[in-house]
C-alpha cells in the first residue's frame, strides 16, 4: 500500500493463520483478496514446530507443553517426575509412539515414563483440558498415597483427543 491509496476510503482485513492474527489496511478491494493471500502464507505465518524433551530448551515435558510453537512433543525414553496439564491442541509422543502396548515392559528402559509428582490429592498425572490432543506411547504411573490416584484426567472440552499406545501401571 503506497500513500497515495491510504487517501482513499480504506477497508480493514484480519487473516488468521495458526492462531495468529494479522491486521492489514487497504484500500482497494480486488488488491483485498490478493493481500489477504499473501498473508496467509507469508507475513502471519507461525511456523509449527516438533519440540524434544529433555533437551535445553525443553528439560520438562510441561515447558514443551507451554511454548504454543510445540505443536509436536517427542518425549525421550527415561523416567519424568512431573503432573502435567495440557491447555492446547498438541500431539505429545512418548519413545514407543504408534507402538501397541503388547510388546511393551511398564517402565523398561526404552519407555518414557510419566511418573506423577503429587503424591497426596486427586492430581491427575496428565490433564487434557483442550481439543485435539494426541498422548501417544508412554508408561503413566502415578505415585498417589493419599486419595484417588488419576491416570489421564480428560475435560469435556477436550473433543477429538487420542489416547492411544500408552500403559496405565499403578
Known amino acids: ?14 487473516v488468521g ?7 492489514h489496511t487497504i484500500s482497494d478491494r480486488n488488491a483485498m483478496t490478493a493481500v489477504a493471500a499473501a498473508l496467509s502464507f ?9 519440540c524434544s524433551v529433555p533437551s535445553l530448551a525443553y528439560p520438562t515435558i510441561q515447558s514443551a507443553v ?3 510453537v510445540c505443536t509436536t512433543i517427542n518425549v525421550a525414553p527415561g523416567v519424568y517426575a512431573e ?6 491442541s498438541l500431539t505429545l509422543n512418548g519413545a514407543q509412539a504408534g507402538q501397541p502396548v503388547a510388546a511393551r515392559i511398564s517402565g523398561g528402559p526404552a519407555e518414557s515414563t510419566l511418573q506423577g509428582a503429587d503424591p497426596t490429592g486427586s492430581v491427575p498425572v496428565i490433564l487434557i483440558n483442550a481439543p485435539n490432543v494426541t498422548v501417544d506411547g508412554f508408561t503413566i504411573r502415578n505415585s498417589v498415597t493419599a486419595n484417588a490416584a488419576t491416570g489421564i484426567q480428560i475435560k469435556p472440552i477436550s473433543t477429538f483427543t487420542t489416547i492411544t499406545n500408552n500403559i496405565a501401571d499403578g
Open 1 to 14: 500500500v503506497n500513500d497515495a491509496s491510504m487517501k482513499k476510503a480504506s477497508t480493514s482485513v484480519a
Open 17 to 23: 493463520v495458526v492462531n495468529m492474527w494479522c491486521a
Open 42 to 50: 507469508h507475513a502471519c505465518t507461525t511456523w509449527a514446530a516438533t
Open 66 to 68: 507451554d511454548d504454543p
Open 83 to 88: 503432573n502435567v496439564t495440557i491447555n492446547r
